[in-house]
């Protein structure tokens, strides 16, 4: 019961927030751009080796830079405000706020993620390895915002905590994009398939997050957060 009043009122402060809203809007609208683009054949040209690419950069994109908006309107707002410290105060685990959070932000950080692939999955028909690269993706999702909401919960600057998620994450869909000849050009060298691969990277990463960050979850306690001053700084 305890549960599912913290993930409600972690969905009502998420949804209260503008940014958030202008964000995932934003988002959405560009998801259905890509998708038109699909349907009209604009990318026919490229492969659809080359669309599966940039489908993936669009989903771990999308969903990391919701996520990191999310993160800095939620938990760290929390934090800063002092409200974080009242929910502690009150009883409540700090395990359990950060389980609330991590699940509610990974729900409707989704969102647009979502949209693309299924978009992309009906429009272009590609098989059940879609599937289960999408599937992986929103694992490595999930891991990735549990990961940063236990490191946030310690951090003393949380604007260079912000920054650089996003600039790790706008590069890196950057990156994928200039250089995703390249990446088919060398797995089509070593004969190995691009859904393959990708599956191969995200469990890999996945499994990394979910080690670490389950590890340093269980090892959290009220006390140690609450020692903790930050700034927005």
Not at 17 to 27: P, Q, S
Not at 84 to 89: A, R, T
Not at 90 to 117: C, H, M, Q
Not at 162 to 183: E, P, Q
Request: hydrophobic share 50%; charged share 15%; proline share 0%.
């Amino acid at each position: 019961m305890k549960d599912k009043a913290l993930n409600k009122a972690s969905s009502y402060l998420i949804f209260r927030d503008r940014e958030v809203i202008i964000n995932t809007v934003l988002f959405l609208v560009i998801a259905f751009a890509y998708l038109l683009g699909l349907y009209k054949f604009l990318f026919a040209n490229k492969g659809e080796d080359f669309i599966i690419l940039m489908t993936y950069a669009l989903i771990l994109g999308f969903g990391i830079i919701g996520s990191n908006t999310i993160l800095v309107n939620l938990s760290l707002r929390d934090k800063l405000s002092g409200r974080l410290e009242f929910l502690l105060g009150t009883g409540l685990d700090v395990r359990e706020i950060v389980k609330a959070y991590s699940i509610e932000n990974w729900r409707i950080s989704s969102l647009p993620s979502f949209v693309i692939f299924f978009g992309t999955y009906v429009i272009c028909d590609l098989g059940k390895s879609f599937v289960a690269l999408y599937l992986s993706c929103i694992a490595l999702h999930y891991f990735l915002i549990l990961t940063l909401n236990v490191m946030a919960m310690y951090r003393k600057n949380f604007k260079f905590f912000k920054n650089i998620v996003f600039f790790t994450t706008s590069l890196g869909i950057y990156l994928l994009g200039n250089f995703s000849g390249r990446i088919l050009n060398f797995l089509g060298s070593i004969n190995l398939g691009l859904n393959i691969f990708l599956i191969l990277v995200n469990v890999i990463l996945g499994l990394g997050l979910a080690v670490y960050s389950l590890y340093q979850y269980r090892k959290m306690d009220n006390e140690k957060v609450m020692e903790v001053s930050s700034v927005w700084s």
